[in-house]
Every structure is written in C-alpha cells, then in structure tokens.
C-alpha cells in the first residue's frame, strides 16, 4: 500500500486532500509528508506514528531529538550525512540509531558498511530531518521549505477549522470518510473518542481515538448506555437517579457497571465518571452515536458544546450523502 493511500485508509487526511498534496508535490517537489505538513494537515506528532506504524519501525521522538550528544554528531562526517541523509541519535559501542526517512532504504546498509557503525533506522519526518540537518551541520536545501519550527510548535492547531471541516464533511465520498472526520475533530475535545454504528438493533464499535479497537457489539439491553437515548421517535424515560441525565437527543453522565456497558467498560479500563453520547440522525432514525470522555476521572467541561456542534454536522453530512446516493440512482 502506498503512503498515502495509507493515511486516508487511517483517517488522517481525506482523498481530495491527498489530491490536494499530491497536485502540490508535482508543483513544488518534497515528500507527501512535508507537503502535509506545510499545508498543516498534520501534526508532525501525528505523521510521524503514522510512519512508525507504516514501516513498523520505532519514531524518532522530541525526547530524543533533544538528547543528541555532540559526540554521536561527530561519529559520522558532514560530507556522508549530506549524501545519505541521516541524523545520528544515540551510539553504543559500535551500534548507532539513525534519524531516516525511509528505513527500508538499502542506501543504509552501504552507509553502515563505510562507517563501520551497526546501524539501527528509527523512521523521522524528511521536514523535521532537513531542519535538524540545517541546524546540527549547516547542510542546506535546495528546496525552500516553510520553517519547520512553525510546523512543530503545540500553538499550532493542525486539525480543521470548523469551516474546513464543514466542507470536507459535504465532500465526503462515503460514510467512512465521514467518521473518520467527526472521529479526528471529536479528539480536538475530549482524549477518548469512538463512534458507534447502528444497524436495526444492531450497534458496533466503528472506530476510536484515544483508546484500542476491537470487535464490540452492543445492544440497548442489560441497561446499556444506548438505552439511555430514545430511537425512532421513541420518548426518553427521564433520569432515575443514577447521576446521569438522560434525554432524547443525548446523554451525559456516568457510565453504570452493568451488563449491558461490560464490554466497552472492559476495553476502556474502567468506568468513567462522565462521558457523553449522541446520536447521529438521518430523519428520525438513528444511523450511528458519538461517544466522547476524559477519562476514568475527568470531565468534560466546555467541550461539550463543541461535541454537540459536531453531531449535528455530522447528521447533515449523513443526509447529505443520502441524497446523493438516491440522487446517483434517479
């Protein structure tokens, strides 16, 4: 699979905006990835697990960026660092980490046979790899790049805008693009994220943030959390004092320990203290729910309304591919 069928795949970026990185490689050069960067698509956090999960191979981390000796600088000359492009990170013995962009790159083990280092590839960004490059040897680009440092700082939001995101939601080609938007924009607000997927009774953990995935299926029995929403036109039943609120387009509150909740509890770790979901609607009827916490101890404060917010685009963005649908069939 290519690196950039592989990010949309993930969620990360939409087809049209790999199109749109793709069209801008052709006109400026530089790899997917700091063109996606330069764009502010994504976070180099972000980019870099994606390529640590892509070529299964440990990322270069800020925390070892930063513990670079002026030794392990000098285990290497300029000259082969410019032509190989490497960052050397650590060194023990004769065995040495590497800052590369592409680990599977046999241009490494010729390195590793002129230097007599054992040579252990961590993957790195070319962005973030051609700035420490400038930095640490003073090897400059031929290529202009926007300054990396601004790429890299946490006062930078890297996700969407919500304008952008309305847009890409009443773009999206299909449902998967658009949880996998509501997913990335929910993670903004609240560290755990999911959406679930309703078929009938039938209601399946679709995707995550902030927390694993496996196979759950759920249903509104056992006094589960998603009997807590009415479906269908249905009426809500109101609290019962359990120290949740119960309506009928949302609840928020505690996740109870009962039989219906025991799976997701399980893979959450424990039962929050206060979590919120809501429906996704198409009409009356309710196609899937977000799922949003903290925590097992957090709550969820102000981001509640940003939630909300997302929900209700989210529920356009669904009948909105309806009506293509339906319209592609006419």
Not at 98 to 114: A, Q
Not at 234 to 249: A, F, I, N
Request: charged share 25%; proline share 4%; glycine share 8%.
């Amino acid at each position: 699979m290519k690196l950039g069928e592989g990010l949309v795949k993930e969620g990360l970026i939409t087809p049209q905006q790999l199109k749109l990185v793709l069209e801008r490689q052709v006109q400026f050069g530089g790899r997917i990835g700091t063109n996606l960067l330069e764009l502010r698509l994504l976070s180099e956090d972000e980019f870099t697990k994606f390529l640590s999960k892509y070529f299964k191979v440990p990322p270069v981390t800020p925390d070892k960026i930063a513990s670079i000796s002026d030794e392990v600088l000098r285990s290497i000359n300029k000259e082969l660092i410019e032509k190989y492009k490497v960052l050397p990170l650590e060194k023990h013995g004769k065995r040495m980490q590497v800052g590369v962009i592409n680990p599977n790159d046999e241009k490494i083990d010729e390195l590793s046979f002129i230097t007599g280092f054992a040579l252990v590839p961590l993957v790195i960004s070319e962005l973030r790899l051609l700035y420490e490059l400038e930095k640490r040897y003073g090897i400059r680009n031929e290529r202009t790049y926007i300054r990396c440092v601004d790429r890299f700082s946490d006062e930078i939001d890297p996700t969407f805008s919500v304008d952008t995101l309305k847009t890409a939601l009443r773009d999206a080609m299909d449902g998967e693009e658009i949880a996998n938007l509501l997913l990335r924009a929910a993670n903004k607000a609240a560290t755990r994220v999911a959406i679930f997927s309703r078929r009938g009774e039938r209601i399946s953990l679709w995707k995550t943030k902030g927390v694993e995935f496996e196979n759950i299926e759920m249903t509104r029995e056992g006094s589960s959390l998603f009997s807590e929403i009415a479906l269908g036109g249905q009426q809500p039943e109101g609290t019962d004092g359990h120290q949740g609120v119960t309506r009928k387009h949302y609840y928020r509150g505690l996740l109870r320990d009962t039989p219906g909740n025991a799976a997701w509890i399980k893979l959450l770790g424990g039962a929050p203290q206060d979590v919120l979901l809501m429906p996704l609607n198409v009409g009356v009827n309710v196609v899937a729910f977000i799922y949003a916490d903290n925590g097992t101890d957090e709550v969820l404060d102000a981001s509640v309304a940003y939630l909300w917010q997302l929900a209700t685009m989210g529920s356009i963005a669904f009948e909105i591919l309806g009506l293509k649908e339906r319209l592609s069939v006419a």
